[in-house]
């Protein structure tokens, strides 16, 4: 069954160091998301991103998050520079398609990549 | 804003009973509503999903989950927990667009 894949598993960092987490979406798939659970709360939307460009982002998605796809495969999530709330598991997903009138869009994510900031 | 919510944090049931997840969503157009399960160093893998239709919906490893409009709920159930179901289980809402909203989760604990 196609899955997405997530590297790291896990990185510890400097607060204030950089830091890209890389995924591999579903090869046929168009959409791709960045969701963060910082722990014992809730899973947050980040950003979605189609066509090369993001097409949604949330509030905690500020000027510090970046996201790109530098290639046919990977999708990247940047944090310029780190902060002890940057601290979370970091979800990519992956969808065929948009929310439209026949139904929502189906994710499927990854197993993750925790970040933690020292 | 559009929320999601869990109220059990914990649940523990003994292997061979019953089930019932709760969730409940707010108010607002026909959600689309999801069932996602977290083991232990996996992903978030999909349980089942409610577009429109039938509202009871079936889906894998032997759990269903019922929308009712009437108490903005999908609960999730199953009839006959086994040992491996233990995991933390997330329900979700998708409007229209490409954002879901998650609860905040229920860990399962099943016991021998």
């Known amino acids: 069954e196609p899955e997405v894949t997530q590297t790291p598993s896990h990185q510890v960092t400097q607060m204030g160091q950089e830091v890209i987490l890389r995924c591999v979406p579903i090869?046929?798939?168009?959409?791709f998301y960045w969701y963060r659970q910082i722990l014992g709360q809730k899973v947050e939307f980040l950003v979605s991103?189609?066509?090369?460009?993001?097409?949604?982002k949330s509030e905690i998605f500020d000027d510090q998050f970046s996201v790109e796809r530098p290639d046919g495969s990977n999708f990247t999530l940047k944090i310029r520079s780190t902060k002890l709330e940057d601290s979370a598991m970091y979800f990519c997903a992956s969808s065929e398609r948009l929310a439209g009138s026949s139904g929502a869009n189906v994710l499927t994510f990854g197993a993750g990549s925790r970040l933690t900031v020292l | 804003a559009q929320s999601v919510t869990q109220p059990d944090i914990h649940i523990t049931v003994s292997e061979g009973a019953s089930l019932e997840l709760r969730c409940n969503y707010s108010y607002g157009a026909t959600p689309y509503l999801f069932w996602y399960v977290q083991s232990p160093g996996q992903g978030l893998q999909l349980l089942l999903k409610y577009f429109s239709g039938d509202t009871l919906v079936q889906g894998i490893k032997g759990f269903e989950a019922e929308f009712k409009r009437s108490q903005s709920s999908f609960n999730l159930r199953k009839p006959s927990v086994h040992w491996s179901d233990a995991a933390e289980y997330f329900c979700?809402?998708?409007?229209?667009?490409?954002?879901?909203?998650f609860g905040g989760g229920t860990r399962l604990m099943v016991k021998p």
């Open positions: 991103f189609y066509n090369n460009e993001i097409s949604e």
């Open positions: 090869s046929n798939h168009l959409y």
């Open positions: 979700a809402r998708g409007d229209a667009g490409n954002m879901l909203t």
